[in-house]
T-cell receptor, first 113, second 113 residues
């Protein structure tokens, strides 16, 4: 099992550009999450999904959109990137209503210039 | 507003020492308190977790102490080793909802040989 994978690992964007981060999990988990990690801030939840076709806002959703068209994939989109979105982005998944461990991917380092 | 407050920000101990990391929360709806360990360039991984119906939980060299009345919990690492050098995050989640985790700001631990 690969667990949780994220694509790409690194990306540099110019202000105003758009991009999509892809998260995939092979554990048949129901719930998936997107976090951002910034120095001194810990991890903050951007959006999450409790099942295929569902999405919901987390703590810091502004400037991001998500989609979960397939159970195993969770996409995070930035429509018009801003320097404030420079961060490390982590995807995670968990089996369902728990509490259950969340399994994290290796992260995507995004720089917006 | 940080829902889970964590201290210290960084910690340096000698091999064999017992580093202690502290966390505090206000929301009494939290009922699950995990600790995650993160190595550089990797995603966080669950280390140990506790529910509020117990005051202590041990797994190997790692112990969580939980004080429900004070709304505080802490991580103790016995006989610390250089391989324990990592960033540690406390977190909390609620019984209802999608297991969303609220993370502390992290503690960077360095264990000197």
């Amino acid at each position: 099992n690969a667990g949780v994978t994220q694509t790409p690992k690194f990306r540099v964007l110019k202000t105003g550009q758009s991009m999509t981060l892809l998260c995939a999990q092979d554990m048949n988990h129901e719930y998936m999450y997107w976090y951002r990690q910034d120095p001194g801030m810990g991890l903050r939840l951007i959006h999450y999904s409790v099942g295929e076709g569902t999405t919901a806002k987390g703590e810091v959703p502004d400037g991001y959109n998500v989609s979960r068209l397939k159970k195993q994939n969770f996409l995070l989109g930035l429509e018009s990137a801003a320097p404030s979105q420079t961060s490390v982005y982590f995807c995670a998944s968990s089996p369902g209503q728990g509490p259950y461990e969340q399994y994290f991917g290796p992260g995507t380092r995004l720089t917006v210039t | 507003q940080q829902q889970v407050k964590q201290s210290p920000q960084s910690l340096i101990v000698q091999k064999g020492g017992i580093p202690i990391i502290n966390c505090a929360y206000e929301n009494t709806a939290f009922d699950y308190f995990p600790w995650y360990q993160q190595f550089p360039g990797k995603g966080p991984a669950l280390l140990i977790a506790i529910r509020p119906d117990v005051s202590e939980k041990k797994e190997g060299r790692f112990t969580i102490s939980f004080n429900k009345s004070a709304k505080q919990f802490s991580l103790h690492i016995m006989d610390s080793q250089p391989g324990d050098s990592a960033t540690y995050f406390c977190a909390a989640s609620m019984k209802t909802g999608a297991n969303n985790l609220f993370f502390g700001t992290g503690t960077r631990l360095t264990v000197i040989p």
